[in-house]
């Protein structure tokens, strides 16, 4: 996964910048409200039941999945994936903090939406081509694709495992008592659809 064509500065920033677009299409899909990513809607899902803080349960479940692509896809880590598991959920609490007392109506609501989805694939492709590793979660999809021997290809497997944390997301939602559109909308299934063919797309053309 590592890109040692690049230098250690443009490989640092491609990272940086990735993790950054990352934490800001987390805080935009939360604030329109119309569903958030999967993995978003997981932590927000499990973080609620619990009465945590979304940023510290999201660095909590990263270091649980980083131990399964340690002894997986050992190459995926790096110290992109530190910084994407401390850095992502704190930037999306603190722009969400920012910006608690701003009214949006539904038409502005659904162009953060979509900005979202495409900052989300963006930050995804920059910080993979980077190649100084790559978050948890996104290295789930790499480790399906590695155990079934490039049978299920990444993009697929991505969409089978945004299902999978969509679900668990309304499982622990509706078990905290809140309303399933707290974690899932349209722009849930746009992402869950879209985000891998997406992030795709933005590798070859970066």
């Known amino acids: 996964m590592l890109n040692?064509?690049?230098s250690w500065p443009m490989r640092g920033t491609?990272?940086?910048g990735g993790i950054t677009l990352i934490g800001v299409s987390v805080a935009l899909y939360r604030m329109a409200a119309l569903g958030v990513d999967p993995f978003t809607g997981m932590n927000l899902g499990i973080s609620t039941f619990l009465g945590w803080s979304f940023g510290s349960w999201q660095?909590?479940?990263?270091?649980?999945?980083?131990?399964v692509v340690f002894f997986t896809v050992r190459s995926c880590i790096g110290i992109g994936t530190v910084v994407n598991m401390i850095c992502v959920g704190y930037i999306a609490d603190l722009i969400c903090w920012l910006g608690r007392d701003v009214s949006l109506n539904l038409p502005v609501r659904g162009i953060l939406m979509v900005i979202a989805l495409l900052l989300s694939s963006f930050g995804v492709a920059l910080y993979m081509k980077g190649g100084m590793g790559i978050a948890p979660y996104d290295s789930v999809a790499v480790v399906i694709e590695s155990l079934s021997n490039q049978k299920i290809p990444f993009h697929l497997a991505r969409i089978l495992s945004d299902i999978t944390?969509?679900?668990?997301g309304v499982i622990f939602c509706v078990a905290a008592g809140k309303a399933i559109w707290l974690v899932v909308g349209v722009g849930t299934v746009c992402n869950a659809l879209l985000n891998g063919p997406a992030i795709q797309m933005?590798?070859?053309?970066?």
């Open 4 to 6: 040692h064509g690049m």
């Open 202 to 206: 933005f590798l070859r053309i970066i």
């Open 59 to 67: 660095l909590l479940i990263n270091a649980m999945i980083l131990v």
């Open 165 to 168: 944390v969509i679900v668990l």
């Open 14 to 16: 491609l990272m940086a």
